[in-house]
C-alpha cells in the first residue's frame, strides 16, 4: 500500500517543474569508529528534509546549522534508483556522501566517507511533505 501511494503522489510529481520536500526518519544507521569498531542505531526519529529539485533532479539536505547539495550521477541512475554524490574538501581532509534513492519507495540509503574510509552507513524512510 505505501508503494501504491508513493507511485501517486511522486510520479506526477516528478514530471512537474516543481521543488518536492521529503521529510525523513533514519531506520539504521551503522557509525564505524577509529579503530574499526561498529555500533548501530535502529529505529529513532531525527528528521531530516530534503528538497528534490525536478528541473536538475539535484537533491539538497538542510540541516540547522547550513545545508548540503547532492548531484545526480546519470552514469549510474535510472529510472527507478538515482545515486547522488556529495564531496567536500578542507583542511586537506575530503568528506564525501553517496546516496541512493529509490524515487518509488522513498527510501534512501547512504554512506559517508573521509578520505575514502568509511564512517557511517544509514538508511532512511522519507515521505512527501508540503
Known sequence: ??????LLLLIPSLSLSEDIKFSCDYIKEMIVGPDGEKS??????????LIFNCSD????RYYDYGNKEYY??????????????YENTSMN??????????RFTLEISGGTFK????????????????
Open 93 to 102: 581532509v575530503t568528506h564525501s556522501e553517496i546516496l541512493e534513492l529509490n
Open 57 to 60: 533532479k539535484s537533491l539538497i
Open 1 to 6: 500500500m505505501k508503494i501504491l501511494l508513493a
Open 115 to 130: 578520505d575514502n574510509t568509511l564512517k557511517t552507513m544509514y538508511y532512511m524512510n522519507c515521505n512527501i511533505t508540503r
Open 40 to 49: 548501530f542505531n535502529y529505529n529513532f526519529k531525527n528528521p531530516h528534509i
Open 72 to 85: 545526480l550521477d546519470n552514469e549510474k541512475s535510472d529510472g527507478a534508483i538515482y545515486y547522488y554524490k
